[in-house]
């Protein structure tokens, strides 16, 4: 089974959600980058490996894996 990419967004309180690409998201340190299309609504929600079989890429020091997690960005 191919995993699905660990991030989402939402630009209506969280009613729909879009997938953002493994190529749009961007690792630096403890700073998330997500790129969107110059087109896109801008979100007004993000959530972390909220899909069954997703590719966890968040984790610590100790090398454990974020637990998954919807926040508001508003």
């Known amino acids: 089974m ?3 990419p660990p ?3 939402s630009a209506d309180g969280g009613k729909t959600w879009r997938r953002v690409s493994r190529a749009a998201t961007e690792l630096a340190g403890v700073t998330v980058k997500l790129t969107l299309a110059p087109s896109a609504t801008v979100p007004t929600h993000v959530r972390y490996a909220w899909a069954d079989y997703v590719d966890c890429v968040l984790e610590n020091g100790d090398g454990l894996v974020s ?4 926040e508001s960005l508003a």
């Not at 637990?67 to 919807?70: E, G, L, R």
């Open 2 to 4: 191919i995993s699905a």
């Open 7 to 9: 991030f989402e967004l």
């Open 67 to 70: 637990t998954p997690f919807s």
